[in-house]
């Protein structure tokens, strides 16, 4: 079956949805999701020959070559303006997912929702979101085979109000959920840095040392603050 990872993914494309998969490697998402009647129609696409032709196979055999259209190339560019509804970009990093849409930007309008599944720095994301007309819907952290992923569900408009820091680093829903994956996450995110920040103290002073220290206790003071409340 499907990983609890992108289970947790496809729970948020709506029925009927045309749906693009980039970087889909397996297209585990793209099959599932067409064979389960929860979307209509799906683009994956895959930069790489190896995952390409891994996703083409597993298509193949699932007989979902009608529905289901496996397309190489880089980013948005497999896809076209207006032709799916919804965006998933999984199990990158979240730099990675955050230039994929900035440089696919053209290929957005028409599309409502992006569902977008950063392994590690999921702010770069919410950053990117905000001044590009999208804000968070819902936000799930989970742990399986003892990593965390985050998933960020995206729609369009402003949110209330523009996301603080504090928010941008930690998720805003996730904050206000506060389950135990994250106090775990973050409890370990703040010992490592609490140990950086020992070992600059402990070097010699520089002036990169020096901005890079207060940038560390800048987040130290912000999660600590946040686990505390
Ligand atoms: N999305 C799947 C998942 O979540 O299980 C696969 C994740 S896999 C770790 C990342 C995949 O993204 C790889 O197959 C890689 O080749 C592909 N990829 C990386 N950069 C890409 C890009 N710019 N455009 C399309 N695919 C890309």
Same mark, same amino acid.
């Given at each position: ?9 496809? &729970? ?6 045309? !749906?693009? @998969? ?34 083409? @196979? ?9 529905? !289901?259209?496996?397309?190489?190339? @880089? ?12 965006? !998933? ?11 994929? =849409? ?16 950063? &392994? ?11 001044? &590009? ?11 399986? @085979? ?5 998933? =960020? ?10 996301? &603080? ?17 994250? !106090? ?5 995110? =703040? ?39």
């Amino acid at each position: 079956g499907l990983s609890k990872r992108l289970h947790c993914v496809a &729970n948020y494309i709506k029925k009927g949805m045309k !749906i693009a @998969d980039i970087g889909s490697d397996h297209a585990y998402l793209p099959t599932y999701s067409v064979k389960q009647g929860i979307a209509s129609s799906a683009v994956a696409g895959e930069i790489a020959q190896g995952p390409f032709q891994s996703a083409k @196979d597993q298509v193949d055999h699932a007989g979902l070559g009608h529905l !289901i259209d496996v397309r190489k190339g @880089d980013g948005l560019e497999v896809i076209q303006p207006g032709e799916v509804d919804c965006i !998933i970009i999984a199990g990158m990093g979240g730099p990675l997912i955050s230039r994929i =849409l900035e440089r696919g930007k053209d290929k957005l309008p028409g599309v409502s929702r992006l569902i977008l599944q950063p &392994n590690i720095g999921a702010e770069h994301i919410r950053r990117w979101l905000q001044p &590009n007309g999208w804000s968070l819907t819902d936000e799930q952290i989970l742990e399986e @085979d003892r990593k965390i992923y985050e998933v =960020l569900v995206c729609d369009r408009g402003v949110p209330e109000h523009p996301y &603080n820091e504090k928010e941008l680093l930690l998720g805003p829903l996730l904050m206000a959920k506060k389950g135990p994956v994250f !106090i775990k996450k973050w409890s370990a995110e =703040l010992k490592a840095w609490e140990e950086i920040l020992d070992h600059l103290e402990r070097a010699q002073a520089r002036p990169e040392t020096e901005k890079k220290k207060q940038e560390l206790l800048q987040k130290i003071m912000m999660v600590k603050e946040e686990l505390s409340r």
